[in-house]
């Protein structure tokens, strides 16, 4: 019994010593370990850092949906709506061809003034005008009723009187509703015809930078928050040129001895990364008084935080030049010719300009030249929006 068990005994200590790691096996795990330890120490510091995304802003005509087909529609509701307020007979582009034409007027009197005119306001001043004409029409009209006579015939001084009561005759109050209507539904169409893969990348931009800060940024009056069905939930605030008209009016009076590099723009994007701070500070005051924190201080912009911000847009003087000129990373837009986007066709000297452009030639020089600058601020280019939130990536790990 007693040398039984010192046989088990003796056995149990040879199981032991087999499982046990010899001291030579011991080392090389050391080894093994600590080479991996220093690999990964130098893996971490060749790493390049992934930079953080704060704000992300886009243009949005030609960028996210096409422009023409929108503004068609929009002048076709113009009809719709002169009809309905007793002025028919009009066609969908006749607003477009007026609003040239009293632009045009009044270059030639304030060449400045012409060129700051906002979109809105040339509209309205083409509606205004579609209204007067028709008045001015049915008062000679029953002028020349009333006289017996016809309307060639009637004097000088009758026509410019007639004129003088046509333009007092326009109700501000029915102006204002035609163009309601026309920028209604110029939103409604922007809806229908928004680009592909566009909602798909915003949910996957949101998916990825839960924190991130949405907004648009506009020459125009085109506003993603009246895009209900489409665009709205992943918007957090817009921005239009048309917000800050000293700083518009200054940039277009400007335009011919602008030297294209972008900071001519500073003013809206300034304002926009003003709002993301604004924005933010909100945001990290709820969190810091859930938290029982003391809140910090709100700093201008440009020293806000260190995260990233990336522009998107098919304008290379506008969107490009513009924004990059205040920090922005940049994103273009330039989509096959099939998609409807005609901004990368536009700025050829050849080429005959949209419809519902009212670029001025001049204009259009100035913006080429700004164009060509602009170019080598370009940090991604892409042809189709499903491809934005790889763009994005990219640039976030400083690979373009």
Not at 78 to 85: G, H
Not at 112 to 126: N, V
Not at 191 to 208: G, M, N
Not at 240 to 250: A, F, H, I, K, T
Request: aromatic share 8%.
């Amino acid at each position: 019994m007693k040398t039984t068990l010192i046989t088990l005994v003796a056995l149990f200590s040879i199981s032991a010593q087999a499982f046990a790691p010899s001291s030579s096996t011991a080392t090389k795990t050391s080894v093994l370990y600590a080479d991996t330890q220093e690999a990964t120490k130098e893996a971490t510091v060749s790493r390049p850092k992934v930079q953080q995304l704060g704000l992300l802003t886009f243009d949005l005509d030609d960028t996210l949906y096409p422009i023409a087909p929108c503004v068609e529609a929009a002048n076709n509701a113009f009809v719709k709506a002169m009809e309905k307020f007793g002025f028919p007979g009009l066609s969908a582009f006749d607003i477009v061809e007026t609003g040239k034409q009293v632009r045009e007027e009044i270059a030639k009197t304030d060449p400045q003034k012409a060129a700051a005119l906002t979109h809105t306001e040339i509209r309205e001043l083409a509606i205004r005008r579609e209204m007067q004409k028709i008045i001015l029409e049915r008062k000679l009209k029953s002028t020349a009723e009333d006289w017996a006579t016809q309307v060639s015939s009637l004097s000088s001084v009758v026509r410019k009187h007639a004129e003088n009561w046509a333009n007092t005759a326009v109700s501000e109050s029915v102006v204002q509703s035609v163009y309601t209507a026309w920028e209604m539904e110029r939103h409604h169409a922007a809806e229908r015809y928004i680009f592909p893969h566009v909602i798909e990348s915003l949910k996957k931009i949101k998916e990825d930078h839960p924190n991130v800060v949405i907004g648009a940024i506009t020459d125009g009056r085109a506003n993603p928050l009246l895009m209900t069905f489409t665009l709205a939930p992943y918007f957090d605030f817009c921005m239009s040129w048309e917000d800050d008209q000293g700083g518009r009016q200054q940039f277009f009076k400007e335009l011919d001895s602008v030297d294209g590099k972008g900071e001519e723009l500073s003013w809206i994007y300034d304002a926009a990364r003003h709002k993301y701070a604004n924005l933010k500070h909100a945001q990290d005051s709820i969190n810091s008084a859930q938290k029982n924190e003391k809140i910090k201080p709100l700093t201008w912009p440009a020293t806000y935080d260190d995260l990233a911000w990336i522009h998107v847009g098919d304008d290379l003087a506008f969107d490009v030049g513009g924004s990059s000129a205040c920090g922005a990373k940049t994103v273009l837009v330039t989509l096959p010719k099939s998609s409807g986007q005609e901004a990368p066709y536009r700025f050829d000297t050849s080429v005959k300009q949209p419809k519902w452009s009212t670029t001025t030639a001049k204009e259009l020089e100035t913006r080429i030249r700004m164009n060509e600058l602009a170019r080598p601020q370009v940090n991604v280019e892409i042809n189709t929006l499903e491809r934005l939130p790889i763009a994005i990536d990219e640039i976030l790990r400083g690979e373009a």
